[in-house]
């Protein structure tokens, strides 16, 4: 079983790259690459079994589309086939279609997602959010300078919102899914937040018999976590 992990040194942001560090740790055995912004991606060649990608600065989405752009086909063939991929944060905004800044259109992304970021720099955007994902419910955290405003706004949405802010405010969708794609704003270790969705994640992948790293204390953690988020009394942004 193989990882691949896009970008690390830019796309390292949230701690994001501890998903991946989760996976392993429930996974012993699985082989994880790094795919440098001059490296020809591994996917390219076969036996990845995922493509990671998490959240980068501005400059850093930039420099993610430059080095994905020559092999956009490739990637779009890879998702389409069912090939499994998982951006989280601001990388979603750099496989969309472009970016506006302050009320000016700053760069293009890859185009793979039909939608486009808006930015506003001067006002984050910090809440949690609770969310169903099939039969599972999602718990994680958005810290953010904007929000994406998709063609479509029901189409293909990763996560359904419970509490939260989704794709924008005022969404009840989250995240996009494309074939294998799986792009979500959602920051940070949401891999061990989450431990259903890993345990789905790693099936995906075709691990079987999957015994995640902490379970029981996972487990513990994200019932209470999803029990706090249910609660009505308590904000969702701050």
Known sequence: MKTEILFPEVANLCGDLMNVTYLRQSCPEMEVVETGLKDRPAFLDGGVDLVYVGSATERGLQLMVQALTPYKAELERYVDGGG???????????????VVIDGKRAFDG??????????????????????????????????????????????????RVERGVGRHPGAFAEGFLRGGLMATYLIGPLLPLNPPFTRYLLEQMGARDVHLAFEDTAMKAYRARVEEFRDEKRGYQY
């Open 84 to 98: 499994l991929m998982l951006a989280t944060g601001n990388a979603l905004d750099a496989l969309g279609e472009y």
């Open 110 to 159: 890859l185009g793979i997602l039909k939608t486009h970021a808006e930015y506003h720099m001067m006002k984050r955007h910090n809440s949690f959010l609770l969310g169903s994902f099939q039969d599972m419910e999602i718990v994680g955290f958005k810290s953010l300078f904007g929000h994406t405003y998709p063609d479509d706004e029901l189409a293909n949405p990763l996560f």
